[in-house]
């Protein structure tokens, strides 16, 4: 079973100095699986993008890794990659994909999953359910301090959104492997 935010019940204590946040989403496609890192400050600014090259996992792969195939690509392959790459440390890491939830196997800050409440039924009215990897439960009240310190009217589903539209952008443009500084 997979924690969620609801069950946290001890606040985190808030750490000092600025918050960044660190946006990870995974796309797959026909050409294979592809990365977005995005990393901001408390008002959604971007500060740091990066994009991972397109990983095609082969038939023998496939057959090898079964269930586990996209969790390894998705968490170990492109999440970790894309979080080491990057300069600016983050204090959350939010994704909008389970099998991105592996990368925290790999890291050592919260990893949250965010999906909508369409997407999740949700009993305590709030408009997202988040969960965490299963072995990190703690990630949930660690994560709970942070968000609290966000504005108001960031919307956490929004920056994958920006995402998803600058992986098209870089697409147009041929770019694979880029990063850039806001």
Same mark, same amino acid.
């Given at each position: 079973? %997979?924690?969620?935010?609801?069950?946290?019940?001890?606040?985190?204590?808030?750490?000092?100095?600025?918050?960044?946040?660190?946006?990870?989403? /995974?796309?797959?496609?026909?050409?294979?699986?592809?990365?977005?890192?995005?990393?901001?400050? #408390?008002?959604?600014?971007?500060?740091?993008?990066?994009?991972?090259?397109? /990983? @095609?996992?082969?038939?023998? @792969? @496939? %057959?090898?890794?079964?269930?586990?195939?996209?969790?390894? #690509?998705?968490?170990?392959?492109?999440? $970790?990659?894309?979080?080491? $790459?990057?300069?600016?440390? /983050?204090?959350?890491?939010?994704?909008?994909?389970?099998?991105?939830?592996?990368? &925290?196997?790999?890291?050592?800050?919260?990893?949250?999953?965010?999906?909508?409440?369409?997407?999740? &039924?949700?009993?305590?009215?709030?408009?997202?359910?988040?969960?965490?990897?299963?072995?990190?439960? @703690?990630?949930?009240?660690?994560? &709970?301090?942070?968000?609290?310190?966000?504005?108001?009217?960031?919307?956490?589903?929004?920056?994958?959104? &920006?995402?998803?539209?600058?992986?098209?952008?870089?697409?147009?443009?041929? #770019?694979?492997?880029?990063?850039?500084?806001?």
């Amino acid at each position: 079973m %997979i924690p969620t935010l609801a069950a946290a019940t001890a606040p985190a204590e808030r750490p000092a100095g600025p918050l960044h946040l660190g946006f990870l989403t /995974v796309l797959r496609e026909a050409g294979g699986y592809l990365g977005g890192y995005l990393v901001t400050n #408390v008002w959604g600014r971007p500060i740091e993008f990066r994009l991972s090259s397109a /990983v @095609q996992p082969n038939r023998v @792969q @496939q %057959i090898l890794y079964a269930a586990t195939l996209e969790p390894y #690509v998705c968490g170990d392959l492109i999440g $970790k990659t894309l979080v080491e $790459k990057t300069n600016t440390p /983050v204090d959350l890491l939010v994704t909008d994909r389970e099998p991105v939830l592996d990368v &925290r196997l790999r890291v050592a800050v919260p990893v949250l999953l965010h999906k909508p409440a369409e997407a999740v &039924r949700t009993t305590d009215g709030c408009p997202y359910a988040w969960c965490c990897h299963p072995r990190y439960p @703690q990630d949930l009240a660690a994560a &709970r301090g942070l968000l609290e310190r966000l504005d108001a009217s960031f919307d956490l589903a929004e920056p994958f959104a &920006r995402i998803r539209e600058a992986i098209g952008e870089a697409r147009k443009l041929g #770019v694979a492997n880029t990063r850039a500084a806001a």
